[in-house]
T-cell receptor, first 110, second 113 residues
Framework: NAGVTQTPKFRVLKTGQSMTLLCAQD?????MYWYRQDPGMGLRLIHY???????AKGEVPDGYNVSRLKKQNFLLGLESAAPSQTSVYFC?????????FGPGTRLTVL | AQKITQTQPGMFVQEKEAVTLDCTYDTSDQSYGLFWYKQPSSGEMIFLIYQGSYDEQNATEGRYSLNFQKARKSANLVISASQLGDSAMYFC??????????FGTGTSLTVIP
C-alpha cells in the first residue's frame, strides 16, 4: 500500500496563476482533509470531505476549492494564487479517528 | 469553541531523561479523541498516540504515554528515556464529535547528548 500520496511535492507559482494539488489514498478511507502549515501556527484545516461527492469548509477555506469525485482522490485547487498562500500543504485521510498524512507539498507563490 | 493549546514553543531534554510536553484542550463535546503527532525535520507527520475521552486508562505506546486528566482538560505527552531521534516538532490534536481535527501550534523538542 502506498498510503497517502500527494502530487506535486514542490511548486512555484506566480501571483494569479492557478493550480491543483492531488491527494490520493489507497486505504478506502471515507474522510479526507486538506491542511496548510505555516511557521508558528500548526496545521489549519482548509477543507475536508466525509465521503465521495461531499466537501465542507474548514477553518481557512478562502481562496481554495476542493473536489472529491472519487473516494480515493481529494483535489485542492487554487484559482488565483496569492503570496499569502505560500505554505506547506498536507493531505490526510482517516477511517474515523487516526489520520494518515501525505508527505506534503511545498508551494511558493511569488 | 474547539481549541487546542500548547504553551511550550520549545523544550530541551537531556538524552535518556524523561520529558513532558503540555497540551490543554477545550471542547463542550462529551465524546472526543486526543492525538499526538511527531514532525521531524524531514517534514512528515507521524502518529504517536491516541486517547479517547471515555478511556479510563492512560494510553501508552512504547516510550510514549499520554497523561490524560479529563477534569483539567489536559493531555500531556510523556516521552521516557529520550533519544537523539526524538528531536522534532510535536503536535497535539483533538477530534471532537464533528468531522474535524484541531491542532495546537506545536512544541519543538531538542534532545541534548
Amino acid at each position: 500500500n502506498a498510503g497517502v500520496t500527494q502530487t506535486p511535492k514542490f511548486r512555484v507559482l506566480k501571483t494569479g496563476q492557478s493550480m491543483t494539488l492531488l491527494c490520493a489514498q489507497d486505504m478506502n478511507h471515507e474522510y479526507m482533509y486538506w491542511y496548510r502549515q505555516d511557521p508558528g501556527m500548526g496545521l489549519r484545516l482548509i477543507h475536508y470531505s466525509v465521503g465521495e461527492g461531499t466537501t465542507a469548509k474548514g477553518e481557512v477555506p478562502d481562496g481554495y476549492n476542493v473536489s472529491r469525485l472519487k473516494k480515493q482522490n481529494f483535489l485542492l485547487g487554487l484559482e488565483s494564487a496569492a503570496p499569502s498562500q505560500t505554505s506547506v500543504y498536507f493531505c490526510a485521510s482517516s477511517p474515523w479517528n487516526e489520520q494518515f498524512f501525505g508527505p506534503g507539498t511545498r508551494l511558493t507563490v511569488l | 469553541a474547539q481549541k487546542i493549546t500548547q504553551t511550550q514553543p520549545g523544550m530541551f531534554v537531556q538524552e535518556k531523561e524523561a520529558v513532558t510536553l503540555d497540551c490543554t484542550y477545550d471542547t463542550s463535546d462529551q465524546s472526543y479523541g486526543l492525538f499526538w503527532y511527531k514532525q521531524p525535520s524531514s517534514g512528515e507527520m507521524i502518529f504517536l498516540i491516541y486517547q479517547g475521552s471515555y478511556d479510563e486508562q492512560n494510553a501508552t505506546e512504547g516510550r510514549y504515554s499520554l497523561n490524560f486528566q479529563k477534569a483539567r482538560k489536559s493531555a500531556n505527552l510523556v516521552i521516557s528515556a529520550s533519544q537523539l531521534g526524538d528531536s522534532a516538532m510535536y503536535f497535539c490534536a483533538m477530534r471532537p464529535s464533528v468531522n474535524q481535527f484541531y491542532f495546537g501550534t506545536g512544541t519543538s523538542l531538542t534532545v541534548i547528548p
